[in-house]
């Protein structure tokens, strides 16, 4: 059979099939299994790390969901002492019982006493009433019990939503609307708890546990020095999941980092909610806020030195730009692992009359579908760009003067900025070349707001995301099978 050339393009697409029926293919963005990263993300995966003193790891199969019958899907991160804890949750409306629980344990204990953070992929436990809040905080206790800390009532299945007693905050990635297997949870509980270690190998493991559709494990480690000991060598490190509905507004992401540096509770959540707005608060890949978002620090002061009272301080500020660069690194692995996606974007908006208004513009860029789509289909379309601008929602009084903006592509291999709009006036573009920049996979979009209707603004801000195509829709067209 002589088949035209748009249908043997789709039945490539499919799989090998007649043009009458169409057979399921595996897909491409599959959890990755023993030895199938795919080649291209294999250079974002450590083959060692530098790991925080006092904190330990390990990933382990439960089979959360039933289709995993032996990839690890529960991890567990402790500090060998109590330490200080921060996190900033969610703001959907429809906030995930895990998300309620942490958020209660963090709120008793005033951030300090924190031992340990677990998280299962599988099943998000959100939006499953009472009974989803009562296994959520079963799973806090049973790893409460393994630090021979038990709760009020220790047990195997689920006991009221109390908190009152726990010292672990608990996250879930995965299907809204369905209820946790937590018997089969709380019973693997203290098997992980014995598997316990320092080693790269485990944290490796537990970055692995929480991936869902992610293609890749997602986790960063470094080292560090503070104005006041500089002979301390401190360490920080961080993992993410996360590759669709993620636009976090932390207010399915889910972040943790740990430092052995000396930050006590009043000066950790601060510093994150610093950290946030300039890192997971600023990517996108769809544009829809999880009910699950979760960004938790852990610090245990492990590796000693004087305790880091504010942000003000030499080791303060110090800390707060060590932090927010890595945060900065581990976020943008979501979009390098974003659904279906082929391009790694950076809009930059320069000369804003205020940081607010920078960022409003280009989170607004990064959500526009006509923006990602264009991007992933190569076309230089820069009126997409300048249209949302000009409808972001929000700004200030003469944040935007079309006469003072201009528009540009900045290529990733450091080549001169292509102009295609400057001051209000559009350039003659070099399709050609427009072309070529499109083909690689990172870009920066700069946006230039010429200092507002005052001309004096000089605030600027970034945003990262990527963009949609056809497996993006492929994907969460049959999510839940």
């Given amino acids: 059979m002589i088949l035209k050339p748009k249908l043997e393009k789709a039945l490539e697409v499919f799989g090998q099939a007649s043009p009458h029926k169409f057979y399921r293919c595996t897909r491409s963005y599959s959890a990755p299994v023993a030895g199938t990263i795919p080649a291209s993300k294999q250079k ?11 904190f330990l790891a390990t990933g382990i199969h439960v089979g959360v969901k039933p289709s995993n019958t032996q990839f690890p899907d529960l991890a567990l991160l402790a500090s060998e002492v109590p330490c200080s804890g921060a996190a900033v949750f969610t703001k959907n409306k429809f906030q995930a019982a895990p998300v309620t629980a942490s958020r ?37 206790r049973a790893v409460d019990a393994c630090f021979n800390r038990p709760s009020r009532t220790p047990s195997t299945s689920p006991q009221s939503p109390s908190s009152d007693s726990s010292s672990t905050l608990v996250m879930s990635t995965g299907v809204i609307g369905q209820r946790l297997p937590i018997s ?25 546990a929480i991936c869902t559709t992610d293609t890749f494990p997602k986790l960063l480690s470094r080292t560090f020095t503070l104005p006041s000991s500089p002979n301390i060598t401190y360490s920080l490190a961080g993992m993410t999941k996360g590759a669709g509905m993620i636009h976090p507004n932390m207010a399915t992401l889910l972040g943790m980092l740990f430092t052995d540096a000396p930050l006590p509770a009043k000066t950790l959540k601060p510093l994150l909610t610093h950290v946030v707005d300039r890192s997971f608060n600023a990517i996108s890949v769809d544009g829809d806020t999880s009910t699950n978002d979760t960004l938790a620090f852990l610090a245990n002061g492990s590796a000693g030195g004087n305790p880091i009272t504010s942000l003000a301080s030499e080791d303060g500020k110090a800390i707060a730009e060590i932090v927010t660069e890595f945060t900065q690194q581990l976020s943008q692995l979501v979009i390098r692992d974003g659904e279906g996606a082929t391009k790694f974007v950076h809009v930059r908006v320069i000369n804003a009359p205020s940081f607010a208004d920078a960022r409003k513009i280009a989170s607004t860029i990064a959500r526009s579908p006509l923006v990602k789509t264009a991007l992933y289909g190569k076309d ?32 990733g291999d450091g080549s001169a900025e292509l102009k295609l709009l400057v001051r209000g006036e559009p350039e003659v573009v070099d399709e050609e070349r427009a072309g070529r920049i499109l083909e690689e996979e990172d870009l920066e979009i700069l946006v230039d707001l010429g200092g507002g209707e005052e001309g004096d603004g000089r605030d600027e801000a970034s945003y990262w995301f990527c963009d949609f195509s056809h497996e993006y829709v492929t994907i969460n067209g049959d999510y839940r099978t």
């Fill in 380 to 411: 230089a379309n820069w009126g997409r760009i300048l249209c949302a601008v000009g409808y972001t929602e929000g700004l200030s009084p003469g944040a935007v003067v079309p006469e003072k903006t201009s528009v540009s592509f900045v290529p």
């Fill in 44 to 54: 974002y995966v450590p083959t060692s790390g530098t790991y925080p003193k006092g």
């Fill in 184 to 208: 089969k949870i709380l019973s693997a509980i203290p098997t992980a708890h014995s598997t316990l270690s320092s080693s790269h190998k485990n944290w490796l493991l537990a970055a692995r």
């Fill in 104 to 140: 209660q344990v963090l709120e008793r204990c005033s951030g300090e006493g924190i031992r340990a953070i677990v998280i299962n992929s599988g099943c998000a436990n959100a939006v499953t009433g009472k009974g989803g809040l009562e296994d959520a905080t079963a799973m806090g």
